[in-house]
């Protein structure tokens, strides 16, 4: 069983650039939601999808964006890169359905994607 | 607004040694609260999840508990071996869809 992957794994780009991050939910989830946590801090959560639209967003500005396809796959775009932007950005996943004898779900994480602005 | 605070914010301790790591968050509105580990450069592990009416999860060597109504949780690591050298991350899943994290607890643990 497949868990949560992501795509590609390091990336450096130029500010000014934009970028597209990728992200393969667990099998058997279909929520994704993305998390940059610059180094040295916890993850923030930049927004969650479900059902291919956006459900929830943090305090990120609208250069960062996403997308949620029908096999529950998910992108990240950011645009016009800020050195700022540089971080590790983490996907994560869940069922809506709550595991039987439980009362919320369990998120699981991929492996992240590394992005370097220069 | 939801607040998560770890403490410390470093620890280095001689193998064998128990340990207790600390978690607050400022809200005891929660769904539940979960524990992470994240190696260097890496993606996160899930290690224990608590859900809001559980006082307490063990897996192992590790034990977390729950006080909601202090607003605290802790993690418990038996007999610390160097492969237990990580950061380790406290989240709170309050109302809606988001998570809270805390900016970690770097654990060192010395052979």
């Known amino acids: 069983d497949a868990g949560v992957t992501q795509s590609p794994t390091h990336l450096i780009k130029t500010r000014g650039q934009q970028v597209t991050l990728r992200c393969s939910p667990k099998?058997?989830?279909?929520?994704v939601s993305w998390y940059q946590q610059a180094l040295g801090q916890g993850p923030q959560f930049i927004f969650q999808y479900y059902e291919e639209e956006e459900r929830q967003r943090g305090n990120f500005p609208d250069r960062f964006s996403g997308h949620q396809f029908p096999n529950y796959s998910s992108e990240l775009n950011v645009n016009a890169l800020l050195l700022g932007d540089s971080a590790l950005y983490l996907c994560?996943?869940?069922?809506?359905?709550?595991?039987?004898?439980?009362?919320?779900?369990?998120?699981?994480f991929g492996p992240g994607t590394r992005l370097t602005v220069t | 607004k939801q607040e998560v605070t770890q403490i410390p914010a470093a620890l280095s301790v001689p193998e064998g040694e128990n340990l207790v790591l600390n978690c607050s968050f400022t809200d005891s509105a929660i769904y539940n609260l979960q524990w992470f580990r994240q190696d260097p450069g890496k993606g996160l592990t899930s290690l224990l999840l608590?859900?809001?009416?559980?006082r307490e999860q063990t897996s192992g060597r590790l034990n977390a508990s729950l006080d909601k109504s202090s607003g605290r949780s802790t993690l418990y690591i038996a007999a610390s071996q160097p492969g237990d050298s990580a950061t380790y991350l406290c989240a709170v899943r309050p109302g809606g869809f988001k998570t809270i994290f805390g900016a970690g607890t770097r654990l060192f643990v010395k052979a």
């Open positions: 994560a996943s869940r069922s809506r359905r709550i595991p039987r004898g439980r009362a919320s779900y369990e998120q699981y």
């Open positions: 608590i859900q809001s009416s559980q």
């Open positions: 099998s058997g989830h279909d929520t």
